[in-house]
């Protein structure tokens, strides 16, 4: 009986795309022709991969101010993903922080006192990443129509459809005439 001893070595280069893949070895035993059919094959456990990443932001913040009308509400998001999962702190204007570990950040009826520059951090134990936003608040636009300028009004005579036929056939009789004359 023949042992075999050798070891192999697979070296993978994982990215955030191969977290939870598996993977698994298959050892099969080709023995020739005359060997048993189909050839003896042993599989390992699956080995599940687990990749860790610092956050990246799912949608790049607006660039510009986030304008909002006072008495509406305003809703920042910075939805980020990594593992492992990461945790979320705003810090709002004047330095103040949010309690809120969530990715969205919502005022049910935005002031004139949230105006400011809003930061989004984002972080977990691989790494951190920050989104700024600057929100301006605004009163409600109303219409500046300038009122209608009055016109002359013309009157122009209505005429009925058959005094209409009339005043052309007098006039093509007209013409006719004076190219006569």
């Known amino acids: 009986m023949y042992l075999m001893t050798d070891i192999f070595s697979l070296n993978i280069t994982l990215s955030k795309e191969d977290d939870g893949v598996q993977y698994w070895?298959?050892?099969k035993l080709e023995l020739g022709p005359d060997g048993p059919q189909p050839p003896p094959v042993v599989t390992s456990q699956n080995i599940t991969t687990t990749v860790y990443y610092g956050p990246q932001l799912v949608k790049s913040p607006?660039?510009?101010p986030n304008i909002v009308?006072?008495?509406d509400p305003l809703e920042l998001s910075c939805l980020?993903?990594?593992?492992?999962?990461?945790?979320?702190?705003?810090?709002?204007?004047p330095q103040s922080t949010s309690n809120s570990n969530s990715s969205i950040l919502t005022i049910n009826s935005a002031t004139f006192a949230?105006?400011?520059k809003y930061t989004c951090s984002v972080s977990n134990g691989i790494g951190n990443v920050t989104a700024e936003f600057d929100v301006v608040v605004r009163l409600e636009l109303t219409s500046t129509r300038l009122p209608p300028t009055p016109t002359k009004k013309r009157t122009v005579p209505t005429c009925s459809t058959s005094s209409l036929v009339l005043h052309r056939f007098i006039m093509c009789?007209?013409?006719?005439?004076?190219?006569l004359v």
């Open 62 to 64: 607006h660039l510009g």
């Open 80 to 93: 980020a993903v990594g593992n492992p999962s990461p945790s979320y702190t705003w810090t709002l204007p």
């Open 69 to 71: 009308v006072k008495g």
């Open 25 to 27: 070895c298959e050892a």
């Open 114 to 116: 949230d105006e400011g």
């Open 173 to 179: 009789f007209m013409l006719l005439f004076s190219a």
